[in-house]
């Protein structure tokens, strides 16, 4: 079956640094993939969506990768800053079906000052 | 702009009752959805729903879970009787198409189920 892997659980680190989440997948190969941030109590906001054909995706700090070959997603984000501490998940849709999104367990990034 | 809004943000239930978790979706979409997570775990797919009906529903979808759009603004999420493993937190999204690379989901809120 599909599978998402978010690889860390928790990053740590310094105000001002690149943050690098990273996103493995298996056993398929989706259109496209999509990035959230979920702060604790909340429900995930959209960030970024990357298609197949596409290589890149940028928006403001935010970069993300889409490598099919390698099967996996980077999530960067530049200049970080402590408002940048949350919980960042990974996802796309189902091979049965497109509506159904299938989430990874996603990276608590933690940016201190 | 636009949100989805979902009542109530918290509710405690004795096991075997029934519950209604309640959602407005974004006005002009179309297509909606319930999500779980259980507390520490992935955020996981329960159901979609468009024109009326399911389109889509995971294992976790049994029988005691229904969904309804009882009028044109409400999308409902009814637990028949409830069990200790339905306590999460329980999101509804929504979204203007399906399936397409385009498509983006708009999640509530959340409701916190506790089922004791």
């Known amino acids: 079956s599909q599978k998402i892997e978010q690889n860390s659980e928790a990053l740590n680190i310094q105000e001002g640094k690149t943050a690098t989440l990273t996103c493995n997948y298996t056993n398929y190969s989706p259109a496209y993939l999509q990035w959230y941030r979920q702060d604790p109590g909340r429900g995930p906001v959209f960030l970024l969506l990357?298609?197949?054909?596409?290589k890149e995706k940028r928006k403001e700090r935010l970069k993300v990768t889409f490598d099919t070959t390698l099967k996996q997603s980077l999530f960067h984000i530049t200049a970080s800053q402590p408002a940048d501490s949350a919980t960042y998940l990974c996802a796309f849709p189902s091979y049965s079906s497109a509506s159904k999104i299938i989430f990874g367990s996603g990276t608590r990034l933690s940016i201190r000052p | 702009e636009p949100e989805v809004t979902q009542t109530p943000s918290h509710q405690v239930t004795q096991m075997g009752q029934e519950v209604i978790l309640r959602c407005v979706p974004i006005s002009n979409h179309l297509y909606f959805y319930w999500y779980r997570q259980i507390l520490g775990q992935k955020v996981e797919f329960l159901v979609s729903f468009y024109n009326n009906e399911i389109s889509e529903k995971s294992e976790i979808f049994d029988d005691q879970f229904s969904v309804e759009r009882p009028d044109g603004s409400n999308f409902t999420l009814k637990i028949r009787s409830t069990k200790l493993e339905d306590s999460a937190m329980y999101f509804c999204?929504?979204?203007?198409?399906?399936?397409?690379?385009?498509?983006?989901?708009?999640f509530g809120p959340g409701t916190r189920l506790l089922v004791l």
């Open positions: 990357i298609r197949e054909n596409e």
């Open positions: 999204a929504s979204s203007e198409t399906s399936g397409g690379p385009g498509e983006t989901q708009y």
